[in-house]
């Protein structure tokens, strides 16, 4: 498009841009976790053709059990580096330990005293091709089995502490695009919720884990209750354990315009206390999941026969052949049916709600826009940020534009600085993100829903 009837466009945009809808956002991602197959990344390959659908987004966890595995466990980040290499739009979901178990603690982490070796694992993760991991940084830290609990009074420290992990490694590595999830339990308490988040800038995702199991005699569903009997069990267990929680983190991430995930769920077998072949759950949870209105950035099933619990559900056997039967049929028949009606991964042209930092900003001072935007094809973009009155006439203030090539799914950071002049006046402005073909030539999406204060 010629500047000329570009500003044009612009001007007549204005008018009307208060009444047009935010962007859609992209389906979830959907990922696995396999076990600790870092040596034999392939498996979600093999996961991938059961489930008839282009898994794109394994998960590893790291050990808990030395400083040099946080910093450099080169023989993971190697291997999943490679997998994620060979086809584009692949991620890693990684699981990052604050501290060795008894080697460390919160306290010592608030105060900064690790920022070095996570600034050196942001380097690693960077230099084995994994710069757009998305990090569960102290990952179930309201469950008392981590190393890192935030409870027992820790909660401030837990904050901190997240916060020292997420700045160092966003300093060692400004432009690898690493997305940070701040993941508790289902089943943490709302003033913990308060209490141990760090804050929005520190937090891409807000995720939960939770598994199909039940207490105070719901299970396990004792044999001779099938039928009606076995449902109304699971229905109930569901709408007093899972359905509130499940409420209470959508509460808490809508006003924060933050991103849900569940980087970890899954049935769970009876000897567990779980529901055993439940097919409502897996029902609910992808309801819940792929709902737009719930905002969930990515999920994970847990495809797994753990110590603690069964739950897989795919027939991949762990030399990546197709052997395994599992013992929940109809769970997996289920889940297999539920992605057969989904589109190709990628879904539509997506960008995020822009943020603004600091806040308030300063009239002719420099400030930062952040946001992304995923691409479902291969192509080239125009990105475009522009900055505008929050009221009419939405005068334009300030823009800065992108020109960036996209492999299919991927996502792109950006980081525009820009300036509100100090002829205009002080108030309230806002945020507008454009996308474009890579000639001008048409406006593919636009959302106007990121305000903010001038002083």
């Known amino acids: 498009m010629k500047l000329g009837l570009q500003k044009l466009f612009h001007a007549a945009l204005a008018l009307v841009a208060v009444a047009l809808p935010v962007a859609a956002q992209t389906q979830p991602l959907t990922g696995v976790y396999r076990g600790e197959i870092y040596n034999v990344p392939h498996l979600v390959n093999a996961y991938s053709a059961w489930l008839g659908y282009d898994v794109s987004m394994g998960q590893g966890h790291q050990p808990k059990d030395s400083w040099a595995n946080i910093e450099n466990p080169s023989w993971q980040l190697n291997a999943w580096g490679a997998w994620v290499r060979a086809k584009p739009g692949r991620r890693l979901n990684y699981s990052v330990s604050m501290f060795p178990s008894g080697q460390g603690s919160l306290s010592q982490c608030a105060t900064g005293a690790y920022d070095f070796r996570f600034r050196n694992l942001a380097n690693n993760l960077a230099n084995a091709g994994l710069q757009r991991s998305i990090l569960r940084v ?3 830290f309201s469950g008392n089995w981590m190393p890192w609990y935030s409870g027992n009074g820790q909660q401030a420290n837990f904050a901190e502490c997240f916060r020292r992990i997420v700045t160092a490694m966003r300093t060692a590595q400004p432009n690898a695009g690493f997305e ?7 089943d943490i308490s709302a003033a913990d919720l308060s209490a141990t988040y760090p804050g929005d800038a520190y937090v891409d995702y807000i995720g939960f884990d939770l598994y199909d199991q039940g207490w105070n005699g719901r299970y396990p569903i004792p044999s001779g209750c099938t039928g009606t009997c076995q449902q109304g069990r699971w229905q109930q ?6 359905a509130p929680a499940l409420a209470k983190f959508r509460s808490f991430a809508a006003p924060r315009g933050k991103r849900l995930s569940v980087p970890e769920w899954g049935v769970n077998d009876a000897a567990t206390t779980g529901g055993g072949d439940n097919t409502y759950f897996v029902q609910q949870m992808l309801s819940f999941i ?3 209105a719930n905002n969930v950035g990515y999920h994970s099933y847990f495809d797994y026969q753990a110590p603690d619990g069964l739950h897989q559900l795919s027939n991949v056997d762990n030399n990546g052949g197709h052997t395994f039967q599992t013992q929940f049929p109809n769970a997996a028949a289920l889940f297999k049916s539920f992605y057969a009606n989904l589109p190709p991964p990628g879904g539509p042209l997506a960008a995020s709600k822009a943020t603004v930092t600091p806040s308030p900003v300063t009239r002719g001072q420099s400030f930062q826009v952040s946001g992304s935007v995923t691409s479902p094809t291969a192509q080239t973009l125009i990105v475009k940020y522009e900055i505008r009155t929050a009221a009419s006439p939405f005068t334009l203030v300030a823009e800065h534009f992108f020109s960036q090539s996209y492999s299919a799914g991927q996502t792109r950071t950006f980081t525009p600085a820009l300036v509100i002049p100090t002829s205009r006046p002080a108030g309230s402005y806002r945020v507008d993100t454009l996308v474009y073909t890579g000639n001008w ?7 106007n829903d990121t305000t903010f204060t001038a002083n």
């Open 180 to 186: 940070f999830d701040w993941n508790p339990n289902y």
């Open 138 to 140: 102290g990952w179930e």
């Open 237 to 242: 267990n569901w709408d007093i354990q899972f």
């Open 441 to 447: 030539s048409q406006t593919l999406l636009y959302r």
């Open 290 to 292: 792929f709902d737009p």
